[in-house]
């Protein structure tokens, strides 16, 4: 017994425990977020054209509706991901959400993309990554989930091609909307499938 509480001891004095946000806990399932943004911040000044040059402004979809700011690329496990996040969005739209996917991919690959996965949601091209710096993260995907007002009320990065961080989300836009939560993780299928 002596040797196990010496072996955990060391443990925790070796392996730093998990940064998790004061605001709210890390969900299960969701990866630690290194973003300079923190739940419970004010969402940045953000503003970008789609593809067919309309500004989308967080601030004037912010001021209707919780957002959905997903910050992805066209990588295999985004691609898997994205059916998730498209039923997450037709779940919640007529409730007041918006989702946004920002693609770092060039315009033309994106439009086929687009089109071949008869995505619904808002989107724009953003090759040079400013969107990354403005949301203060590297990794890819990242999703801001934003109230109404414009606070930061979840942060979720990494690929998850089961379903899970779309779930977590779509509880956290449930919660938000003051209604129940839709399954998304087993009501949609993933797209590169």
């Not at 979840?154 to 919660?175: R, W, Y």
């Amino acid at each position: 017994m002596k040797r196990a509480w010496s072996l955990l001891t060391a443990l925790a004095l070796v392996v730093p425990p998990t940064a998790l946000s004061a605001a709210e806990p890390e969900a299960k399932g969701e990866p630690a977020v290194k973003t300079g943004l923190k739940v419970g911040q004010a969402a940045p000044d953000f503003k970008i054209k789609d593809a067919h040059g309309k500004l989308i402004d967080l601030a004037e979809l912010s001021a209707k509706g919780p957002v959905l700011v997903r910050l992805t690329c066209g990588c295999s496990g985004c691609d898997k991901e994205l059916g998730y996040f498209q039923a997450l969005h037709e779940a919640y739209k007529g409730q007041g959400l918006t989702s946004v996917a920002i693609f770092k991919e060039p315009d033309a690959k994106v439009e086929s993309y687009v089109k071949e996965k008869k995505l619904q949601m808002l989107y724009a091209v953003d090759t040079d990554g400013k969107s990354w710096n403005i949301f203060q993260t590297k990794t890819m995907p990242t999703n801001f989930l934003i109230d109404k007002g414009g606070t930061i009320r979840a942060i979720a990065a990494g690929c998850d091609p089961s379903g899970l961080v779309a779930q977590n989300l779509s509880e956290k836009v449930a919660k938000l909307l003051g209604g129940p939560a839709t399954d998304v993780q087993s009501g949609a299928k993933p797209s590169g499938k």
